[in-house]
């Protein structure tokens, strides 16, 4: 990391303002040498640090990114004010206004601003000592340089995010992260609520005992988090978070439908989070629909249901998957921009996209996808969620350590 914790605290002051705002994204080499005449290598190297990373914060830190003490790497591996607004929540949820929580491995401090924010009494803990000072910063709190594995647990609640990374390699073993999630969870012992972050992707069947929230923002999977929950509660949560503001939670034992339905009249998409926390048959007992095949990623229904879990299509035909023949059909559908959708590397969807465009002023969606062992076609037309009826329930009871909604 660039730079030492004296400057990165010298570029927060007053006195570092002209150099900020001298400075661009992708500054020249020529203005970067003009600018060493008053201020040092080390001191224009982490202002160009900050400049360049609050031109990239915005979308995860909104207007805050204008005032975001943070490096390029740092708020890379940040959670998104979103998510960590949605976290911050449950904490105070179950700990109340004003609970002493413990941010380890805070980083910049993503969820230390969110936790902050939320009423809660907040320490930022890091092994970097300027990353730790960079979320004390940012977040306004107490900030410690120190190991996790041997910091007093005097709280109620902690958040923590060990790094998963080892230079420019993602470990998806556990036991590879710093620290060992082994060795967390030993330390969480005894603490009344505690978060783990993890990567979307972790296979649930190597965590230990604990309730795995899969978090999306507006289609996008964003982390994994691990809760302490008491008995009783779901083992799984997926939760959504819209692009409208509004959150949407499914909370229940893992439900993974092994059964297939003919292709009806709509079909849907599903929300990330919700097959990645095996979810879908929690949603699917609350609807009249079917899952196409398992694997598919498709719910099937005589109508368009409306839901924020899903995206709703209506099927204009189905077909066995072949070039020539799929072609001529969007042809006699008017096809202008065809938008192919497939699964694990079936096919170059981009590619076929640009080949299957036509002339015609229909946008059209296709689905390639095995179903029953064979490659078929699902040509459709996207519909809006306003456009369905709406469902009289929804699985969205948000059981379980009160989320915001």
Same mark, same amino acid.
């Given at each position: !990391? =660039?730079? +030492?914790?004296?400057? $990165?605290? $010298?570029?927060?002051? @007053?006195?570092?303002?002209p150099l900020l705002a001298s400075l661009r994204p992708g500054a020249s080499v020529a203005t970067l040498a003009g600018l060493r005449a008053r201020w040092s290598p080390e001191q224009i190297a982490v202002a160009t640090e900050i400049v360049h990373a609050r031109s990239k914060a915005g979308i995860k830190f909104g207007a805050r990114a204008e005032r975001l003490i943070a490096d *390029?790497?740092? &708020?890379? !591996?940040?959670? *998104? =004010?979103r998510s960590a607004r949605h976290k911050a929540a449950r904490f105070r949820a179950a700990l109340g206004d004003g609970a002493t929580v413990l941010d380890a491995c805070c980083g910049i401090g993503g969820d230390t601003m969110a936790l902050s924010d939320a009423g809660l009494h907040v320490t930022a803990l890091d092994l970097h000592e300027c990353r730790a000072w960079m979320a004390g910063t940012n977040a306004r709190c107490h900030w410690v340089a120190g190991d996790f594995l041997s910091h007093p647990i005097e709280v109620l609640g902690i958040h923590i995010d060990?790094?998963?990374?080892?230079?420019d390699t993602r470990s998806r073993d556990p036991e590879a992260f710093q620290p060992p999630l082994s060795e967390i969870v030993?330390? &969480?012992?005894?603490?009344r609520l505690s978060a783990v972050k993890l990567n979307p992707g972790v296979k649930p069947e190597i965590l230990p005992s604990g309730e795995l929230e899969i978090i999306s923002e507006s289609g996008s999977l964003m982390q994994a988090v691990l809760w302490s929950v008491p008995a009783g509660h779901g083992s799984r949560r997926a939760t959504l978070l819209a692009g409208d503001g509004s959150?949407?939670? =499914? +909370?229940?034992?893992? @439900?993974?439908? @092994?059964? +297939?339905?003919?292709?009806g009249d709509y079909i849907h998409t599903m929300d990330p989070a919700l097959e990645r926390a095996d979810l879908v048959g929690a949603l699917l007992r609350t609807l009249d629909a079917g899952i196409v095949f398992p694997g598919t990623g498709l719910l099937t229904a005589s109508r368009p249901?409306?839901?924020? $879990?899903?995206?709703?299509f209506r099927v204009l035909d189905v077909l066995p998957w072949n070039r020539r023949s799929v072609r001529a059909r969007l042809r006699c559908l008017r096809a202008g921009i065809v938008t192919v959708k497939t699964r694990g590397g079936l &096919?170059?969807?981009?590619?076929?996209?640009?080949?299957?465009?036509?002339?015609?002023?229909?946008?059209?969606? &296709?689905?390639?996808?095995p179903i029953d062992g064979r490659l078929r076609a699902i040509i459709t037309d996207r519909l809006t969620n306003e456009s369905a009826p709406p469902e009289p329930t929804e699985a969205s009871d948000g059981a379980g350590l009160g989320d915001g909604s």
């Open positions: !990391m =660039i730079g +030492s914790l004296q400057t $990165w605290q $010298w570029a927060a002051t @007053d006195d570092a303002a *390029s790497d740092g &708020l890379q !591996m940040a959670s *998104s =004010i060990p790094a998963r990374r080892a230079g030993r330390r &969480l012992e005894g603490c959150t949407h939670t =499914i +909370s229940a034992d893992p @439900d993974r439908p @092994d059964d +297939s339905t003919p292709i249901i409306r839901s924020a $879990w899903l995206t709703p &096919l170059d969807a981009d590619r076929l996209s640009r080949e299957l465009r036509g002339d015609g002023p229909a946008d059209l969606v &296709l689905f390639v996808l």
